[in-house]
């Protein structure tokens, strides 16, 4: 027997953790899906729904909810609104920033091709599939339902080689990189 809303509320108010991961089960998911529709950005739509949940535990006395389901959509809504518009702002000072700092076109080219050259070296490093669907995701802009689809595999499966290409990736330019600082480290 499914127990209401209204009573696991009542619950949570009496510290039943019990009633609060109930809670969570219930809706989590569904909270999940609206944030990263809306923030497009899978991690951090799971923390804005953790976030949501942790402030439901956190002010659990203080709150006064007669409709549950809309109470956690309209929180995950704002939460999502919040972050797009502090990285709207972030991204505004960055680009001033950028604006204010002289500018060396020459070496930023030299720069950006030795990136580029060290990620496509590593990127020959991934495995064929794992290569495959991480291409689907980042130059493709896919998400993972989208790729699982297409493939017809799980969505873990995709969450799986994706994880797995960036941790290579991360291995590998931290490795270029300590070979480039010690290149340039002869020289100065």
């Known amino acids: 027997m499914e127990v209401s809303d209204q009573k696991l509320l009542r619950l949570i108010k009496n510290n039943n953790e019990l009633a609060f991961q109930e809670l969570y089960n219930r809706y989590w998911e569904k909270l999940w899906h609206i944030s990263s529709g809306i923030l497009d950005d899978e991690d951090m739509a799971k923390d804005t729904v953790q976030d949501v949940f942790i402030n439901v535990w956190l002010k659990r006395n203080e709150l006064h909810i007669s409709n549950l389901n809309a109470y956690l959509y309209q929180a995950v809504k704002l939460r999502c609104f919040e972050h797009l518009r502090k990285n709207r702002i972030h991204r505004k000072l ?95």
């Open 94 to 188: 960055l680009d001033r920033v950028a604006t204010l700092l002289p500018r060396n076109d020459v070496e930023e080219n030299i720069n950006f091709n030795d990136t580029r050259n060290i990620l496509s070296h590593s990127l020959q490093s991934i495995p064929p599939k794992s290569l495959a669907i991480f291409r689907m995701s980042r130059d493709h802009a896919m998400t993972h339902r989208e790729i699982a689809d297409e493939l017809q595999i799980s969505t873990k499966t995709v969450e799986y080689h994706i994880s797995l290409s960036l941790k290579r990736l991360r291995q590998l330019l931290a490795k270029s990189s300590v070979l480039i600082i010690t290149f340039f480290s002869l020289f100065h």
